[in-house]
């Protein structure tokens, strides 16, 4: 399939997904990027300004995020529409693909552990690389196992992950990309 054929669908943020969609852009790939009004993006290309409407459609319990992840997140509209914002963005991939710290529970590290683990409520194929760990980690529904480089197999595919992207994240993007899309 060509790679025209392909929709990154993320968030816009810096770090990680400003890298996604840098890369799907090079590679001819679509992109949809989720957000809402006053939420500061880098990404712009496909833009998708999602409603209040829309966002409450995604309505979750912070405490139960909370509760979910062991950690506090606080109850401010802003962190509510993002953690809307990304249901959405994990709810339009068929595959997830995240760039952050997997921590010893199991969950992700900061905001992007809520799009991974919605992404295992979904049962949608999740693998993550773990900037601490150096390496691909697929979720097999139970843990996280180490893996090669996966391949994006998908047309519609997410990429998300942490505002804080190393040298060794940045390279992992391109890595799948480029073994992806050779």
Request: net charge neutral.
């Given at each position: ?78 962190m ?16 997830i ?21 919605f ?19 697929k979720?097999?529904?139970?843990i996280?196992?180490?893996?090669e ?23 992992a993007?391109?890595?799948?990309f ?5």
């Amino acid at each position: 399939m060509p790679t025209s054929e392909y929709t990154l669908f993320s968030g816009g943020a810096q770090g990680a997904e400003t890298e996604f969609g840098r890369l799907a852009e090079q590679y001819g790939i679509q992109e949809v990027t989720y957000t809402f009004e006053g939420h500061k993006i880098e990404r712009t290309r496909g833009l998708r300004v999602l409603t209040p409407e829309e966002l409450m459609r995604k309505d979750v319990s912070l405490s139960y995020v909370s509760k979910l992840l062991n950690r506090t997140f606080t109850n401010a509209p802003m962190m509510r529409s993002i953690l809307q914002t990304v249901m959405y963005q994990i709810e339009s991939g068929y595959e997830i693909f995240v760039v952050g710290t997997i921590m010893e529970d199991g969950t992700v590290k900061g905001g992007t552990g809520w799009g991974t683990e919605f992404a295992k409520i979904c049962n949608k194929p999740l693998y993550c690389f773990g900037q601490v760990r150096n390496s691909w980690h697929k979720w097999t529904g139970e843990i996280w196992e180490r893996c090669e480089t996966p391949t994006i197999t998908s047309h519609h595919f997410c990429g998300t992950g942490t505002r804080f992207l190393e040298d060794n994240g940045r390279q992992a993007i391109a890595d799948l990309f480029a073994k992806s899309f050779k």
